[in-house]
């Protein structure tokens, strides 16, 4: 089983860097001097999706599992929607900046504020589709609330909190995107190594046994030092031009650690309402592409976050 575990996470790892790399010499980076425009997230974007539709399938039989039954296609369409509308609003400042030369700061609050009024209105498009799907559904008083209430909780857990991995990458690049998949993983690793080696004390025996309070300070220790490895060798020998902020990857690994966990958490009290233990069976060794993403999706806004604020490095000039 630990064997199992450890290919399969690798070959996912492995999988992630070929998609950045090609994402990142297929987009606009390599192709300027040939005058063919890409944008940013072409390869990255398209797989999500694709991740999001299998996280959506698996949220929905989790829901189901708990005795509320939304309609499937409003929580698939909401989800995609939100998340490629993310995306566009990015692509359609990408394009005024690279093509047209509009003097828009990168990762600036014009561009942050401009991609989140997409997100926002989409979300809301996504509801008002979930209301209009439930009232055309409707025959008899029962159920309707507690349903609507699954496809809207669908939608903000899966839809909105994806909308700050694209937010992330496309505001600040791969670099930025790694950054929160290395330190939640490492967390992840420290966790289940440092709980298995010499946990005692559980943190959450009714939510999830197998958490120690022991594999959750590994699983800092673990994550500060992906991050420590991360920030101060990695991005300074790719990105000389990136400063590390002093100690920012202690505050970077510790923050987004901690968020991380909550986020493992929370796909843990989910499941444990539904009676089930695993999202689902579509990676072997780990679940469902739940149990992989569920740590990133809460730790994705508040890396976000992070680097908005100027918490972990900074372009200097």
């Known amino acids: 089983m630990l064997s199992r575990r450890i290919t399969v996470g690798f070959s996912i790892i492995v999988l992630l860097l070929m998609l950045c790399y090609l994402d990142f010499h297929i987009g606009p980076y390599s192709n300027r001097e040939h005058k063919i425009w890409l944008p940013r997230g072409v390869i990255l974007v398209p797989f999500y999706l694709l991740c999001v539709v299998f996280l959506s399938r698996e949220v929905i039989r989790i829901l189901n599992a708990a005795g509320l039954h939304p309609l499937s296609w409003t929580v698939y369409l909401g989800n995609i929607l939100i998340v490629m509308n993310s995306w566009l609003a990015n692509v359609f400042q990408q394009y005024h900046l690279d093509v047209r030369g509009t003097q828009i700061s990168e990762g600036g609050w014009h561009w942050a504020a401009t991609a989140s009024l997409f997100a926002l209105l989409s979300i809301a498009f996504a509801v008002m589709i979930s209301f209009g799907a439930e009232m055309r559904r409707y025959s008899h008083p029962g159920g309707v609330t507690i349903n609507l209430a699954g496809s809207i909780f669908a939608i903000s857990y899966l839809g909105l909190l994806s909308c700050f991995m694209i937010q992330l990458y496309m505001a600040y690049g791969v670099m930025a995107l790694l950054s929160v998949v290395i330190v939640t993983k490492m967390c992840d690793m420290g966790a289940f190594f440092v709980g298995k080696a010499i946990?005692?004390?559980k943190m959450s025996p009714d939510l999830s046994p197998g958490k120690t309070i022991e594999g959750a300070i590994g699983g800092?220790?673990?994550?500060?030092?992906?991050?420590?490895?991360?920030?101060?060798?990695?991005?300074?020998?790719?990105?000389?031009?990136?400063?590390?902020?002093?100690?920012?990857?202690?505050?970077?690994?510790?923050?987004?650690?901690?968020?991380?966990?909550?986020?493992d958490l929370a796909g843990s009290l989910i499941k444990r309402d539904g009676h089930m233990k695993d999202s689902g069976h579509s990676v072997p060794g780990f679940g469902g592409v739940l149990d992989v993403f569920d740590s990133l999706l809460m730790a994705a806004p508040t890396a976000y976050f992070l680097w908005a604020f100027g918490f972990v490095c900074y372009a200097q000039h």
């Open 199 to 201: 946990g005692r004390n």
């Open 220 to 263: 800092i220790l673990f994550a500060c030092a992906g991050a420590w490895i991360w920030f101060v060798v990695i991005v300074p020998l790719y990105y000389p031009s990136r400063v590390s902020v002093l100690y920012g990857w202690v505050i970077f690994g510790i923050v987004v650690a901690l968020a991380g966990m909550i986020g």
